[in-house]
């Protein structure tokens, strides 16, 4: 079912494209990175399906790259169709993070972004992430050796502070641009709030209006069609970045570029198309690290479909134990021969059901 263009509020405009340095992109909304999810599999799937402006890989470990870790260089898979692409780096060494972007520009890489906002501890205790929020001499003398060290784009994704009465984000956008930062992409909390609370746009504004010319794109909680509407209303941003939203409708980027086109986003995914989607995933993700542990990976994403599809409990938990691509098939046979459940809509994944870790930040 389509939605008219009465049904929505008026589609984001921007008067120019979105360029990230010399790189133009094909629309104003991105993927965001998601550690665990937004992996070569997932960006190759959801490219497919149109409207993605830029793409960015998992968080990889600045000294990992250096030393030429395998599961790092696993998490640097792409592929010629998988542009444009900026890789994420993180850490707390200002030379591991230039050496790691000079490493990456020398095999390829068109964009590198620097993470300032994953909370989480095993990342904050390497002194990057989130941490890097909290000392603006310390972060900003990191930044600038990793501009210095290449001619590629180096981008920042930053939350808003470390808490709310560290609010640092402005003052880093300004010093940023100052030094090179091509663009920014800010989510809209602090660490304290972790994936909690409502993010704040006020915050993100701020953002926005402390530098002169760079782009500054919008993150979080951004699920819906007029959800990213209000995120560009209220920040002026120049851009969206989608994570947890993409994984609950991997159509939004079409819709949102259609909407912007022609006034009507036109339809999310069908009970069937989402079948071939999830379907085309687990094979991607096998093809990548082989059958067994494709099968093991996919287990931990399953949820999203699962909730999608209202597949039962009985398939639910056959695919949470997923083994082979044998098993696999059997189950996608089996729901393309019983069709959606009665009263089945293609609305019913319109919340996240991505895990995010709760409880009390100090333990994560």
């Known amino acids: 079912m389509s939605m008219t263009a009465v049904e929505l509020p008026v589609a984001p405009k921007w008067d120019a494209p979105l ?10 909304f991105n993927l965001a990175p998601l550690a665990g999810y937004t992996n070569l599999p997932f960006r190759q799937s959801v490219r497919e399906l ?5 793409a960015t890989t998992d968080l990889v ?8 870790s395998k599961k790092s260089i696993e998490l640097l898979a792409t592929c ?7 890789v994420q780096i993180f850490g707390g060494v200002p030379e591991e993070l230039a050496h790691a972007a000079k490493w990456l520009e ?17 990342v904050v205790k390497t002194g990057g992430g989130s941490a890097l929020l909290c000392n603006v001499a310390s972060a900003t003398d990191l930044v600038e050796k990793v501009v210095r060290a290449v001619r590629i784009p180096i981008t920042v994704k930053m939350r808003l502070g470390w808490d709310d009465d560290n609010i640092t984000a402005p003052e880093y956008a300004r010093l940023f641009e100052e030094i090179g930062v091509a663009a920014i992409t800010i989510h809209g909390r602090t660490r304290e709030q972790g994936f909690s609370g409502e993010v704040k746009l006020d915050g993100i504004r701020a953002v926005v209006e402390s530098v002169k010319s760079i782009p500054i ?12 509407t209000r995120m560009v209303e209220e920040t002026g941003c120049a851009g969206v970045a989608i994570g947890r939203g993409s994984l609950a409708n991997p159509w939004l980027f079409r819709q949102l570029v259609n909407w912007q086109r022609t006034g009507d986003p036109g339809p999310r995914g069908t009970y069937h198309e989402r079948i071939a989607f999830m379907d085309t995933h687990v094979r991607r993700l096998c093809d990548w690290r082989g059958d067994q542990y494709g099968c093991v990976m996919f287990r931990k994403i399953s949820s999203w479909y699962s909730k999608a599809l209202r597949v039962g409990r009985e398939i639910q938990q056959g695919l949470i134990r997923l ?17 959606p459940p009665k009263g089945w809509s ?10 995010v870790p709760t409880g009390p930040i100090a333990h994560w």
């Open 106 to 122: 020398d095999r390829g890489t068109k964009i590198v972004d620097i993470n300032m906002g994953c909370p989480v501890r095993k």
């Open 346 to 355: 293609e609305w019913d994944a319109s919340d996240s059901t991505i895990s």
């Open 50 to 54: 149109g409207g993605l402006g830029l």
């Open 217 to 228: 794109i919008g993150n979080g909680d951004v699920r819906t069609l007029a959800e990213a």
């Open 19 to 28: 360029r990230i340095g010399s790189i133009e992109l094909a629309s104003h």
């Open 80 to 86: 010629p169709e998988d542009v444009p692409l900026a």
């Open 61 to 68: 470990n600045a000294r990992a790259i250096i030393e030429n």
């Open 323 to 339: 083994e082979s691509l044998t098993g696999f098939a059997d189950i996608v046979n089996r729901l393309n021969d019983q069709g």
